[in-house]
């Protein structure tokens, strides 16, 4: 596989759950990014992680969202105590210099 | 100064015209500028990308021009066609030469293609 793998596509949770997604990026891409995209909106930057180190963060990364990069391979991206407004498309993609960035497919997030 | 402005919001062109989206940014630190495409349900697709050093690029029916001096870039798509309805974006990042820093993305164009 040479693409940016995210799983899973689709997840509907009830209000106040936690949902965990996981993203695989292509294998030689040292870097990793996470976006968020609502409804009729460009993707917003989330946060982005150099191997296992995570270098920026969006101030739209509440305290309710965690983003991990163990062992700088795949990364997770968890949201406590879903709302209403968590609601839209994750999307991940990675990059290496010179290539610029991939996107995978994205999670389709509804919070009920 | 991190946006990127993009417009028109959305665009109705005949098949076999020519699309053109234009943006504007104002952070000169950019040195990386893709376009994507993106199909409902679908995350976006790199189509086509520029370095500032470059005024225009070509790629098969998709150019980018781009204009350091007015901090200004457009998509143009040649002979359009139905397949390619669907929304654009253009963005912009720092860290072509050191390792790509967050891109920053324009509002979208959405493309119509009639018959």
């Known amino acids: 596989d040479t693409g940016v793998s995210q799983d899973p596509r689709h997840k509907i949770t009830k209000r106040g759950q936690n949902v965990t997604f996981r993203c695989d990026p292509i294998?030689?891409?040292?870097?990793l990014y996470w976006y968020r995209q609502t409804l009729g909106q460009g993707p917003e930057f989330l946060t982005y992680f150099q191997n296992e180190a995570q270098l920026e963060k969006s101030r739209l990364l509440s305290d309710r969202f965690s983003a991990e990069r163990p062992k700088g391979s795949f990364s997770t991206l968890e949201i406590q105590r879903t709302e209403q407004g968590d609601s839209a498309m994750y999307l991940c993609?990675?990059?290496?210099?010179?290539?610029?960035?991939?996107f995978g497919s994205g999670t389709r997030l509804t919070v009920v | 100064q991190q946006q990127v402005k993009q417009s028109p919001q959305s665009l109705i062109v005949q098949k076999g015209g020519i699309s053109i989206i234009n943006c504007a940014y104002e952070n000169t630190a950019f040195d990386y500028f893709p376009w994507y495409q993106q199909f409902p349900g679908k995350g976006p697709a790199l189509l086509i990308a520029?370095?500032?050093?470059?005024s225009e690029k070509k790629e098969g029916r998709f150019t980018i021009s781009f204009n350091k001096s007015a901090k200004q870039f457009s998509l143009h798509i040649m002979d359009s066609q139905p397949g390619d309805s669907a929304t654009y974006f253009c963005a912009a990042s720092v860290g072509a030469n050191t390792g790509f820093q967050k891109l920053v993305f324009g509002t979208g164009t959405r493309l119509l293609v009639s018959p």
């Open positions: 294998s030689e891409h040292n870097r």
């Open positions: 993609a990675s990059s290496i210099q010179g290539a610029g960035y991939t």
């Open positions: 520029i370095r500032p050093d470059v």
